[in-house]
């Protein structure tokens, strides 16, 4: 499969690129690294990328981010960032490739275990993550040429627990590279509409 | 108690006035009716709103609007919408309210069966039901002064079938008297971080 892989420069994305780099093509994009650039936040930017990419069998999005803070000191703006960002930047994917991405192709988005089991500080996320499982579940109807469209929600990432781990006291981290298997089973499976939860 | 309800001219807002009405003291607000006006979309005019309107013990929202369209012909913009409105407009009520609202009151939203059940047109409003029964779930967790947050996700309600039946084939539509019991559980019991299925 040719399969775009979106924020292929994180900590998840990439494992996932290992996972999926061992038996497809990946093109790499990101915002400022990768071989393609894009701001997923603009829809423009969106349509350019599937314009050079052409057509792929997948879209894999490992990208988008929230901000994190105490309820207290999230305001509205707080808020937009993540629904800028990690929300309708994903979603952004999916509506600029449901022309481009070839009859079968599959969409797979990234959310994460505060869509289920909050955290102080992490409300933005929980929205954010809530929304993308809705979404994808609700798209998955409607989509048509037989695609697909399905999202990952993983536990902490053990990489990133040196960073984050404060904020997720009692969560069993999550291997990038166990992450990356839904991934897999994303895009290589049959399944449409799902939420894979890796814990 | 005395009562915020916004979305007070709404099918639910009427059934919800009616129910907690006869042992509360309601005060009506709405974008373009009631005892109060307010733009919930817009942060400052629900500050002034809840300048207007003093300590409340519970803020009740039957407000917010999504665009409804085959998935084809939903764009960022219309996704967007309902993210400005139905989403962050019951959210500003939160945020404009978590320091007005009386120690141990509450604030109940409203969101949808569409959060679980999608429909043909209905992608952005699982989208925007999702996120609000996580960010409720995630908010309560970190309100102070004992204050509580519930979501409540009716069915269709039956006084709306003439006009959005063919979207709901196959729905039990729930009547609009019984969804508000569902908003008096909120208010006047004791739970919060819940969602309360209407069916």
Redesign the interface.
Known sequence: MKILLVGASGTIGKAVGQELGRRHDLILAGRSSGDVRVDMTE?ASVRELFKKVGAVDAVVSAAGGVRFA???R???EA??YG?RDK??GQ??LV?GG?DAVADGGSFTLTGGV???D??????S???????????V????????RGLRINCVSPGVITESMPQIGSFFRGFEPVPAARAALAYAKSVEGKQT?RVYRVK
Do not use: C, H, T, W
């Open positions: 829809p105490p309820f207290d999230l305001d509205a808020y937009q629904l929300l309708m979603v952004n509506l449901r505060l869509d289920s909050p955290i102080v500080a992490g409300s996320a929980s929205m954010v993550n809530g929304a993308l499982n809705a979404f579940m609700a798209a998955a109807i409607e989509l048509k509409g």
